[in-house]
């Protein structure tokens, strides 16, 4: 036997109809959260003001000074009387110093014998390396050679130099390192003149020029049989060890 099917209990019957009840419902829902709109209180904030009811100021009381008037002015005299200038008035006449072409000069001789020649004596500066006869360091005397005097100088420099090195506190404190090149003159007297120095900072180039001015008079050096200035330099390295 066939089961009999009852068409009322279809599951699937009327299925587009609920479909289409409830996406409707829920589209009018949706557009209905659209439309409801909210509405903001407004605050009430009450300002009060205080106002004086009367402003009061004192007023300063001032005095009221009372001048005098200024005296009328003096009235011219009735008659008027006219005086004439009795006195001579001498004009003072001005001679042009400008000379004219009638003027004579009169030619001034000179003789050769009035006439004072004074020498001067260019200063020759010659440098250490090509000096013929170099200073002479005290010391270095008993040398007889060019050669070994000029080792000597050297030498007695380089020495001078480190027994009275002292370095700067204040470029020690600051960690201040550096080199300075030294250049100076020794004149046709044996005397250190004309320093000059570049190094890396004031303090360091201080110092140098300091130990540099502190070298002894040295015979000076001769160029040609005649005494003559000598141009020196030398680097001065400050570096701090631990």
Same mark, same amino acid.
């Given at each position: 036997?066939?089961?009999?099917?009852?068409?009322?209990?279809?599951?699937?019957?009327?299925? !587009?109809?609920?479909?289409?009840?409830?996406?409707?419902?829920?589209?009018?829902?949706?557009?209905?959260?659209?439309?409801?709109?909210?509405?903001?209180?407004?605050?009430?904030?009450?300002?009060?003001?205080?106002?004086?009811?009367?402003?009061?100021?004192?007023?300063?009381?001032?005095?009221?000074?009372?001048?005098?008037?200024?005296?009328?002015?003096?009235?011219?005299?009735?008659?008027i009387e006219i005086v004439e200038d009795v006195e001579d008035v001498k004009e003072t006449v001005i001679e042009s110093t400008e000379s004219s072409q009638?003027?004579?000069?009169?030619?001034?001789?000179?003789?050769?014998?009035?006439?004072?020649?004074?020498?001067?004596?260019?200063?020759?500066?010659?440098?250490?390396?090509?000096?013929?006869?170099?200073?002479?360091?005290?010391?270095?005397?008993?040398?007889?050679?060019?050669?070994?005097?000029?080792?000597?100088?050297?030498?007695?420099?380089?020495?001078?130099?480190?027994?009275?090195?002292?370095?700067?506190? !204040?470029?020690?404190?600051?960690?201040?390192?550096?080199?300075?090149?030294?250049?100076?003159?020794?004149?046709?007297?044996?005397?250190?003149?004309?320093?000059?120095?570049?190094?890396?900072?004031?303090?360091?180039?201080?110092?140098?020029?300091?130990?540099?001015?502190?070298?002894?008079?040295?015979?000076?050096?001769?160029?040609?049989?005649?005494?003559?200035?000598?141009?020196? !330099?030398?680097?001065?390295?400050?570096?701090?060890?631990?």
């Amino acid at each position: 036997m066939k089961p009999k099917k009852n068409s009322n209990a279809e599951i699937g019957r009327n299925s !587009s109809l609920y479909f289409m009840i409830g996406l409707t419902s829920v589209l009018f829902m949706t557009w209905q959260s659209f439309e409801v709109k909210f509405y903001e209180e407004e605050s009430k904030v009450s300002e009060v003001v205080q106002v004086t009811d009367e402003l009061k100021e004192d007023v300063p009381i001032t005095e009221i000074i009372r001048t005098a008037p200024p005296p009328p002015p003096p009235s011219a005299p009735d008659v008027i009387e006219i005086v004439e200038d009795v006195e001579d008035v001498k004009e003072t006449v001005i001679e042009s110093t400008e000379s004219s072409q009638e003027t004579y000069i009169e030619d001034v001789v000179v003789k050769i014998e009035d006439v004072e020649v004074e020498e001067v004596e260019e200063e020759i500066v010659v440098p250490f390396a090509v000096i013929e006869y170099v200073p002479v360091f005290p010391g270095c005397e008993h040398l007889q050679t060019q050669a070994e005097r000029k080792d000597c100088f050297n030498q007695k420099v380089q020495e001078h130099i480190k027994a009275n090195f002292n370095y700067p506190p !204040s470029a020690l404190e600051m960690g201040i390192t550096g080199r300075v090149h030294v250049q100076f003159v020794i004149d046709s007297n044996g005397q250190v003149t004309g320093i000059q120095k570049r190094g890396p900072d004031k303090l360091l180039e201080k110092e140098a020029e300091r130990i540099i001015a502190s070298l002894p008079k040295v015979k000076p050096g001769e160029q040609r049989g005649k005494k003559v200035s000598v141009k020196y !330099s030398i680097p001065i390295n400050f570096v701090m060890q631990n």
